[in-house]
């Protein structure tokens, strides 16, 4: 009988650890982010990786410039929301160039859907630009916004 009851115990442990095996997933820990608006430019594209728990590294290019941030995110998994601290190169052609810094909100859904608002300041700008504003200077923060789609790899 002693024996009988060590089999069932046996069986049964294989078969948990079986079910345990099969259910675990690695958490996926990079994306990539493809949008309208994103980076600051028309349409641009991102990858972030997570450099730690909950904080993540990213690189972007767009139609018309390029930028390089960090991320808090709000769990520690790349699919959730997070902020995000951000430096814009804006290049539209001869020595029309702006360099900016963001703080933005980062919304992503469960599936594929990321949305974006923030600020963005413009730190300097080169000799073509001139400003639109009314006392010709360059001024305050600038809201931002951003829609697109993620995809975990």
Not at 44 to 73: P, R
Not at 113 to 129: F, K, P, Q, V, W
Not at 133 to 145: C, P, R, V
Request: hydrophobic share 40%; charged share 15%; with cysteine.
């Amino acid at each position: 009988m002693k024996n009988f009851l060590l089999f069932l115990l046996f069986i049964a442990s294989a078969n948990i650890s079986a079910q345990y095996a099969q259910d675990f997933k690695p958490e996926k820990t990079s994306s990539i982010t493809v949008g309208l608006l994103q980076n600051a430019t028309l349409i641009g594209a991102e990858f972030e990786t997570m450099a730690y728990k909950d904080i993540g590294v990213q690189l972007g290019a767009g139609v018309l410039g390029y930028s390089a941030g960090i991320d808090l995110h709000f769990d520690h998994s790349i699919r959730s929301s997070s902020i995000s601290c951000q430096y814009f190169v804006n290049n539209l052609g001869g020595d029309r160039i702006y360099n900016s810094w963001a703080t933005q909100f980062i919304y992503r859904g469960k599936k594929w859907l990321t949305m974006r608002a923030g600020l963005i300041h413009l730190l300097s700008s080169g000799t073509d630009y001139t400003p639109n504003f009314y006392d010709g200077q360059i001024h305050g923060f600038f809201f931002l916004l951003s829609i697109g789609a993620y995809f975990p790899i």
